[in-house]
């Protein structure tokens, strides 16, 4: 059925301007006014309301066995959160420990997803060791549709690499043209400093942050743009949560290093001291890299506004109380994550395009256009244009909301911003032209989404 979206103000990363929007198959056909409309068209009245492309976030995770236990939403769960947030693709983790087989992996994430979403997705590849089959195995995943790979510089013997894998893993991504992003901390010292703690009583959540200090991500990062500039790959440095990490990777940027940098919403608004409170209500907040002092806030609110921070994910990461209450004797056990698939939108619009610290069009590209082009999916995805995907978020700014785990879609039972106001939320929601989430209600169809095949979109020319 055809779609009309109308009356609306559409806003992408680079132009505002008041048109309406058709859609017919899935796809944008015409955008402007007085448009004729064919017998029984659906019709959409956006009066008031911003039309944003649909919120691409390119970092979640939803399937992932860790830490002695597996992450909690199941797809349908994370993508209708998803969906009710303003965010029509996701991109997850496929995470497989280094004892698992790379291929059997993709797949296994692959049939989790599969006609289990209701929103659409694709993958980035994690690379979590590399042995003679792997680079065959990467091949035939690349030529599969998914052209991201993902690596750990931190969780020592499980997901983590050495350097010799990292630098194999930047090569075949150079040569193959596919983006490598990486989780930069040093695995080493963390290690050493998580044994050291614990071997002096020093066991809380509040010793979380200590054991992988500021530095210690600076460190990482550091190592990472070396590696991506000798081997003339394209990085992207995921989840980077500080001032030094931050120099870090600018650093690179400025002297020509073909590095992209993305921050998570937990990053921007959420500090360490929240690890301090009294048992499992710190438990909650641990993530690495670890929330961190908050006059880090500034920097990355900075980078956000500048371009330098290319990106906004979520890590979302979600974990129940009862999981977390697995570290209750020792930090290095709570399970790593939080959860914000959901938030990530109206509280980004809250707390950087209301208050004035990023403005309405790098609201849009952080969220949605930049990733799109970082990832190959651009212009299908991360833009209004005819031709593009008929992903489009309704956003009312006049929405005034409160924060809750009672009404929160991800599978969880609690929630990292509770109480936290929101001015603007996504009212109306579409995937290919389909509404989904109507006056911020899931009306849809739980199974409407589908995996996203991607080209390679790196420059695979010289040495
Ligand atoms: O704490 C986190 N970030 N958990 C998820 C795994 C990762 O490092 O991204
Ligand atoms: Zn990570
Ligand atoms: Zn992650």
Not at 206 to 224: C, I, L
Not at 395 to 404: E, L, V
């Amino acid at each position: 059925m055809a779609l009309l979206i109308q009356n609306g103000e559409i806003v992408t990363a680079d132009s505002r301007y008041f048109a309406d929007i058709f859609v017919e198959d899935e796809t944008i056909t015409r955008i402007g006014s007085n448009l004729e409309l064919p017998p029984g068209t659906e019709v959409v009245d956006a009066r008031g309301c911003l039309i944003c492309p649909g919120f691409i976030n390119p970092h979640v995770h939803i399937y992932l066995p860790f830490m002695a236990t597996f992450a909690k939403d199941t797809h349908e769960t994370a993508s209708i959160a998803a969906l009710m947030g303003g965010t029509t693709t996701f991109i997850e983790m496929c995470c497989p420990s280094r004892l698992d087989h790379a291929l059997d992996s993709y797949y296994l994430w692959k049939e989790k997803a599969h006609n289990h979403s209701a929103c659409d997705y694709a993958f980035h590849m994690g690379v979590t060791r590399w042995n003679d089959e792997t680079e065959s195995q990467l091949r035939r995943i690349v030529a599969d549709g998914t052209s991201s790979f993902k690596v750990f510089l931190a969780y020592k013997n499980f997901f983590g690499i050495e350097d010799t894998e990292l630098f194999q893993t930047l090569r075949l991504g150079k040569e193959m043209g596919v983006i490598t992003a990486a989780h930069c901390e040093n695995a080493e010292i963390v290690s050493r400093l998580q044994t050291y703690l614990l071997s002096v009583g020093k066991t809380g959540p509040e010793w979380h942050e200590p054991s992988r200090p500021e530095t210690v991500e600076a460190a990482g990062t550091h190592r990472f743009a070396a590696f991506v500039e000798l081997t003339k790959a394209q990085g992207y440095v995921v989840h980077l949560s500080c001032a030094p990490a931050l120099e870090e990777a600018a650093r690179a940027k400025q002297r020509g290093v073909r590095l992209a940098i993305e921050s998570v919403l937990p990053h921007f608004l959420l500090d360490n001291s929240l690890t301090e409170q009294p048992g499992v209500e710190a438990m909650k907040y641990v993530m690495s890299p670890p929330l961190r002092d908050r006059r880090n806030h500034r920097s990355l609110w900075n980078g956000l506004r500048s371009g330098i921070i290319d990106t906004v994910g979520t890590d979302h990461c979600p974990f129940d109380l009862a999981q977390k209450g697995l570290g209750e004797l020792a930090f290095t056990d709570i399970p790593n994550g939080i959860p914000g698939i959901e938030e990530r939108v109206s509280l980004m619009y809250t707390r950087g395009v209301v208050t004035g610290q990023i403005d309405i069009h790098r609201f849009v590209d952080a969220l949605s256009t930049r990733a799109a082009k970082l990832f190959g999916l651009f212009p299908r995805k991360g833009t209004i244009a005819p031709g593009s995907d008929a992903d489009l978020v309704v956003f009312d700014p006049t929405y005034r909301g409160i924060i809750s785990v009672k009404t929160q879609h991800t599978q969880n039972d609690y929630n990292a911003f509770e109480e936290f106001g929101v001015k603007g939320r996504a009212s109306v929601v579409t995937v290919r032209g389909k509404v989904q989430v109507r006056d911020g209600v899931f009306v849809g169809d739980r199974f409407r989404g589908r995996f996203l095949a991607r080209e390679p979109i790196g420059d695979t020319h010289g040495e």
